[in-house]
């Protein structure tokens, strides 16, 4: 926490579903970068947190749905989730997915404690 850097090959994959994992990048408590890698077919299931979500596909192509509301991304584009809004995504492809949070979302970093 509070780092000014965050390096790749210093930062460890870790689970977060089936054909899901992340690496918690930088972040302190008013927000928190994390990159998301699915393999094609991944379901990031539905659901909704307090924190307001910004997202850009790094690659790939996903379903994305928030708030009922369904659009295919892919490279390069990007998606915000308003707080408290279900959503949800499907890799149509293997994909990363960059998410930024505010405010930074602690049960991420509950385990490292």
């Not at 299931?45 to 790094?58: G, N």
């Not at 892919?74 to 149509?92: E, I, R």
């Not at 505010?102 to 509950?110: G, H």
Request: hydrophobic share 45%; with cysteine; aromatic share 8%.
């Amino acid at each position: 926490m509070n780092q000014p850097f965050a390096f790749d090959a210093d930062t460890e994959w870790e689970t977060a579903g089936e054909g899901i994992r992340r690496k918690i990048l930088t972040y302190n408590p008013q927000v928190m970068m994390v990159r998301v890698a699915f393999e094609a077919g991944a379901i990031g299931v539905a659901h909704s947190h307090p924190h307001i979500q910004c997202s850009l596909v790094e690659e790939g192509v996903f379903d994305i749905t928030i708030a009922g509301r369904t659009e295919r991304l892919k490279s390069g584009d990007s998606f915000l989730v308003p707080s408290n809004a279900v959503h949800g995504a499907v890799a149509v492809e293997a994909g990363v997915l960059l998410d930024v949070f505010t405010p930074m979302r602690e049960d991420f970093v509950a385990a490292e404690r």
